[in-house]
């Protein structure tokens, strides 16, 4: 079993930035493809970033691409997502995922999932 914890979440002024971790406990953490989603009130909870069990093969939305980065230290069994040039149209709960795979492909559901934590992008 994997147990997700997200954290760095806050509030930013556009233009900013901010540092999501996502925290996994579990051995097999390191075989496994992880990523980030995020949902907007409202709105359908869509795909961010994915990345390979060893961080060889990411994957970003069109949305962030260029902007936010994926990446993870499995000494630490963390998952980040580093934000830059944050824009009002990021604000939503952010959930770091994973999956029992050591590859992502698109469209598949992940298998654990965090609590999520909440970034608010002010203009």
């Known amino acids: 079993q994997v147990q997700l914890v997200e954290s760095g979440g806050g509030l930013v002024q556009a233009g900013g930035s901010l540092r999501l971790s996502c925290a996994a406990s579990?051995?097999?953490?390191?075989?496994?493809?992880m990523g980030w989603f995020r949902q907007a009130p409202g709105k359908e909870r869509e795909f961010v970033a994915a990345?390979?069990?060893?961080?060889?093969?990411?994957h970003h939305a069109d949305s962030v691409r260029g902007r936010f980065t994926i990446s993870r230290d499995g000494a630490k069994n963390t998952v980040y997502l580093q934000m830059n040039s944050l824009k009002p149209e990021d604000t939503a709960v952010y959930y770091c995922?994973?999956?029992?795979?050591?590859?992502?492909?698109?469209?598949?559901?992940?298998?654990?999932w965090g609590q999520g934590t909440q970034v608010t992008v002010s203009s």
């Open positions: 579990g051995r097999t953490f390191s075989t496994y493809a």
């Open positions: 990345i390979s069990w060893n961080g060889g093969t990411t």
């Open positions: 995922a994973g999956w029992r795979g050591s590859y992502y492909y698109p469209g598949t559901e992940a298998d654990y």
